[in-house]
């Protein structure tokens, strides 16, 4: 009865080594991860410099808006409501531009992770091991995409 119960251990142990090494197997057939440093992604986008600009001169715009209403205003909690609003428009407007870059960087990201056959892309800071790093073919693709117009 005993040596049944070491042999019935020894069959489930190798049982499960067995899936284990199957899973793995099967894991690094079916995912293949890519890492992208999104940063790097947004500053090298080709519109990235020209949109900043345009944000840059909203707020300027804006400031200087909420300034001259701030000075002609005596109540402090009109001054606050000034500047808040102020904020909140600037704010709307850069979602607003950086939407575009955002979608050409998603668009680019899976066209490249297609194209490798990458099925999960991450932050490469999330990477500890592994992992194809495609951050400049995203580069390349965003170039490629603004340069034909896309």
Known sequence: MRSMKKSGGIV?????LGLLVCGVAVAA???RVGGIDP???LFQHPKYEQTMKQISNIADQKQSEAKTAIDKETDNNKKAEIFQSMRRVVAE???KLMRPIFNDIDNA???VAIAKKITVVVD???LFYGG???TDDVVQELRKKNASGG
Not at 12 to 16: F, M
């Open 12 to 16: 489930c142990i190798a049982l499960v």
């Open 29 to 31: 057939d079916e995912e």
């Open 39 to 41: 940063q790097k992604l």
């Open 93 to 95: 407007e850069e979602q």
């Open 109 to 111: 990201i899976r066209t």
């Open 124 to 126: 490469k800071a999330a």
């Open 132 to 134: 194809i790093d495609i």
